[in-house]
């Protein structure tokens, strides 16, 4: 079955600090690959996305993703950490185009403290 | 950038009585619309999928008669929760796609008192 796992639940890290978010699928066909963010009580806003070409792929609020087809990961990165980007990250997969339904992670709660 | 609304953004209503949910793609038309539910410090779940001028895609374990769905015009699809319980108060999320990407609305959220 296609399936998407973060795998923490929850990442706690200090202000300035790097920081890595966990995220793995499964599939036998290409995929499209998102990292939306979700603040309390707001909808979700797209970080960044893979469809197709680099590997590497940056998005806003300096975060980046990297694709590894090898690997079935798409691991969300930022290298310094602010207060603010305390929320909760989905990782989010769609296997039929962009336009498709989307399978969701269970999500990582990033808290970022002083 | 594209954006999408929903109306309201929060309900209490009693138990047994429906509620409508909007949500309008404000920029962009869309034939094709996404309704989510989330529950508390939960993921996304996908209810169902809006198509403009047929019928709604409903998921698996989503019944069709509790959450009706209307796509009425290009630019805005209703979820109507009928006859709604307490176990039906969650966080509700519509999204709509272009040729890159999905946008997604602001949700309601809804009360069962």
């Known amino acids: 079955a296609q399936s998407v796992t973060q795998l923490d639940s929850q990442v706690p890290v200090f202000e300035e600090a790097p920081v890595e978010l966990r995220c793995n699928y499964s599939s036998s066909v290409s995929v499209y690959l998102f990292w939306y963010v979700q603040y309390p009580n707001q909808g979700l806003q797209l970080l960044l996305k893979y469809l197709s070409g680099s590997t590497l792929v940056k998005g806003i609020n300096g975060f980046e993703a990297e694709f590894n087809k090898s690997q079935t990961s798409f691991h969300l990165r930022k290298p310094s950490v602010h207060i603010s980007d305390t929320a909760e990250y989905f990782c989010?997969?769609?296997?039929?185009?962009?336009?498709?339904?989307?399978?969701f992670g269970t999500g990582t709660r990033l808290q970022v403290t002083l | 950038g594209a954006v999408v609304s929903q109306h309201p953004s929060r309900v209490i209503c009693k138990s047994g009585t429906s509620v409508k949910i909007e949500c309008r793609s404000l920029?962009?038309?869309?034939?094709?619309m996404f309704w989510y539910r989330q529950f508390p410090k939960q993921s996304l779940m996908l209810m169902a999928t809006s198509n403009e001028g047929s019928k709604a895609t409903y998921e698996q374990g989503v019944e069709k008669d509790k959450f009706l769905i209307n796509h009425a015009s290009l630019t805005l699809s209703t979820l109507t929760v009928t006859s709604a319980h307490p176990e039906d108060s969650s966080f509700y999320i519509c999204?709509?796609?272009?040729?890159?990407?999905?946008?997604f609305g602001p949700g309601t959220r809804l009360t069962v008192l």
């Open positions: 920029d962009f038309q869309a034939t094709t």
């Open positions: 989010a997969v769609s296997w039929t185009g962009t336009a498709s339904k989307l399978t």
């Open positions: 999204s709509a796609p272009t040729r890159s990407t999905q946008y």
